[in-house]
C-alpha cells in the first residue's frame, strides 16, 4: 500500500483538512495528522507513507515534490486510527480507501526508503501508471462480455446498429491490449525514457476506449443492463470514479509538453 492523498482544496460542505507534518527526531521521523484515500486501511498492517517535508500535501499535491519522503508504517501501531465513515462513493465499493489519522506516529529511520525527492526524481509513479490502464481495460472488456451475451441471448445480433456497436467495443478492445503491449514492450527492452511517456499515454488513451466501451455495451443492451445484478451498473460506477484518480485534462497536456520537448511532470501531470 501506497498513501499520498492530502488533497489541499476543500469540497463544499468539507469543514475537515486533509494532511500530514513531518518532525524529525533522533532516531526517525514523527508523522502527525490524516490521510484521505487510504486504500486497504483496516486489512493492511503496513504502508508506505509519501509525506513531505514541506507539510501537508503528499506527493501528488505536494508544492515541493523534491520534498517528498517514503515512509514504511506500521498500522497496528495505536497512534494509527481509520475512519470508516468518510468512504461512501458512487463506485469502487469492493474496495476500501479510507481516511487515516496519524496522532505523533513514530517510524524508525530505517524504515526510510531513499532519499527525500528519490520517488519522484527517479520516476517511480511512471512505472507504475500503466496499470491504470490495465485495470480499465478489465472493466471494458468485463462489459464486452456481457454485451455479447445479452445480444446473443436477445437475439439482436442481426441488427446493424447492434452490429456497429459491437464492432466498436471490439476494436477498442483490441485497440487498448495493442497499447499496452506496446508499452510492456518498451520497458522489457529496456526503453525506459520512450515507455514512462508511452505509459502516461496508454493510460489517457485507454481510459477513453474503456469509456467508449461501456457506453457503447448500454446503449447496445439497453435500460435493463443497468438494473442490478447486471454488473454492467457496477461497471459503470467503479470506472466512472477509478478514471478520476487522475485528471485526463493534465495528463494530456503533460503529453503534449512532453511532445513539444517542455519540461513536464511525468508522475503527478502538474501543471
Ligand atoms: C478509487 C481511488 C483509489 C485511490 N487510492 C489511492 C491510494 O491508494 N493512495 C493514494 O495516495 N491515493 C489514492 N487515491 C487518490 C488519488 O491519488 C487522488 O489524490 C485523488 O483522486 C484526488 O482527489 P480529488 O480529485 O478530489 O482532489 P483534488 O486533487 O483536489 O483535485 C480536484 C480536481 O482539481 C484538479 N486540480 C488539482 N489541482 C489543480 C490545480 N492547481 N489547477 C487546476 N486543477 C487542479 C485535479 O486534477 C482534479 O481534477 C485514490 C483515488 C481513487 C478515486
Redesign the pocket.
Known amino acids: ?5 492530502e ?3 476543500a ?1 463544499p460542505g468539507e469543514a475537515r483538512r486533509f494532511g500530514t507534518t513531518l518532525t524529525r527526531t533522533e532516531d526517525g521521523w514523527v508523522v502527525d495528522g490524516t ?6 486501511a483496516t486489512g493492511a498492517d503496513w504502508a508506505v507513507l ?1 509525506v513531505s517535508l514541506a507539510g501537508p500535501g ?4 505536494a508544492a515541493a515534490p523534491e520534498s517528498v519522503l517514503l515512509l514504511g508504517c506500521d498500522l497496528r501501531h495505536p497512534s494509527v486510527t481509520v475512519d470508516t465513515s468518510w468512504w461512501d ?1 458512487v463506485g ?1 465499493r469492493a ?1 476500501a ?1 479510507h481516511v487515516v489519522r496519524f496522532d505523533r506516529t513514530p517510524v524508525p529511520a530505517a524504515w526510510q526508503l531513499g532519499q527525500p525527492g528519490d520517488y519522484v526524481r527517479q520516476s517511480w509513479q511512471a512505472a507504475f501508471i500503466p496499470h491504470y490502464a490495465a485495470s480499465f481495460l478489465g472493466a471494458a472488456e468485463g462489459a464486452y462480455d456481457y454485451a455479447i451475451q445479452y445480444v446473443e441471448k436477445q437475439d439482436k445480433g442481426g441488427d446493424p446498429y447492434v452490429q456497429q456497436r459491437v464492432g466498436s467495443m471490439a476494436v477498442d478492445l483490441d485497440t487498448a491490449r495493442l497499447w499496452l503491449r506496446h508499452v510492456a514492450r518498451l520497458w522489457d527492452t529496456g526503453r525506459i525514457d520512450e515507455a514512462r511517456i508511452a505509459g502516461s499515454r496508454a493510460r489517457h488513451v485507454v481510459e477513453h476506449l474503456a469509456l467508449s466501451t461501456v457506453d457503447h455495451c448500454i446503449r447496445a443492451c439497453g435500460a435493463r443492463s443497468l438494473v442490478r445484478p447486471s454488473p454492467v451498473e457496477r461497471i459503470l460506477r467503479d470506472l466512472t ?2 478514471v ?4 485526463d ?2 495528463l494530456l497536456a503533460t503529453i503534449g509538453r512532453a511532445a513539444l520537448g517542455r519540461e513536464h511532470d511525468a508522475s503527478f501531470f ?2
Open positions: 500500500m501506497a498513501w499520498s492523498g488533497p489541499q482544496a469540497k490521510k484521505a484515500f487510504a486504500t486497504s509519501l503528499g506527493a501528488r499535491h462513493p469502487m474496495t480507501s470514479f477509478y478520476r484518480h487522475d485528471n485534462d493534465h502538474k501543471p
